[in-house]
Every structure is written in C-alpha cells, then in structure tokens.
C-alpha cells in the first residue's frame, strides 16, 4: 500500500506564511509528478502546484510568485511553501502523486486526506 500523509496547516493571518508537507511512503519504486491541489467550501478541487521527477513545475495563476512547491526525493516528501496568503486561499489542500510500486508497473494515482488552511484576521 502508499500512504500520503499530509502536515502543517492551520489558520494564519492574511499576508502571513504557512508551509505544508506531504510525506509518501509505503511500497514505492518512484515517484513521478507530484503536488497540491485544494477545495474551498462549495468548490470544486482545483490545481495549486505540480513538481515533476525532473523538478519541472506548473502553479495555478492565482498563487504564481506567492507559493513555491519542491520535493525532496531522498524522503518521498513534497513541500510547499506558501507566502503572502490571501484569505481565498482558503480550503482544504490535499497531496497528490502517481506513485510507481515495482519498476515495470504503470504508476498509480493517490490522494492524502488533506489538511486545513485558513486564511482570516
């Protein structure tokens, strides 16, 4: 099994920082792209950022100059800081990765149960 355990959000002050991680571990050969996206209340889950095994990345334009996503390989884990948040960048961000278990499997998608971020004064 692959589980995707995300940490580090919480409420914070519009203009302020919050950095979220996301750690994968379980049966895992590699791990292609892998990212955030969020939900806010009655949204639909939209992108954030990506980050590719080759360290290319894609951010929403909402959050481009503000949020900066990395990966750290050695520890399966994804990071995304998050700088000058704005009270719409609340919702709840979840971790994203297609995940290979053997070297000639196809990789398979997962989710973490995702963690809170609010943004209010």
């Known amino acids: 099994q692959v589980q995707l355990v995300e940490s580090g959000g919480g409420l914070v002050q519009p203009g302020g920082s919050l950095r979220l991680s996301c750690a994968v571990s379980?049966?895992?050969?590699?791990?292609?792209?892998i990212g955030w996206y969020r939900q806010a209340p009655g949204k639909q889950r939209e992108l954030v950022a990506t980050i590719t095994s080759g360290d290319s990345t894609n951010y929403a334009d909402s959050v481009k100059g503000r949020f900066t996503i990395s990966r750290d390989n050695a520890a399966n884990t994804v990071y995304l800081q998050m700088n000058s948040l704005k009270p719409e960048d609340t919702g709840v961000y979840y971790c994203n990765a297609e995940v290979k278990r053997r070297s000639f499997s196809i990789p398979n998608n997962y989710w973490g149960q995702g963690t809170q971020v609010t943004v209010s004064s």
């Open positions: 379980g049966s895992i050969f590699s791990i292609n792209t």
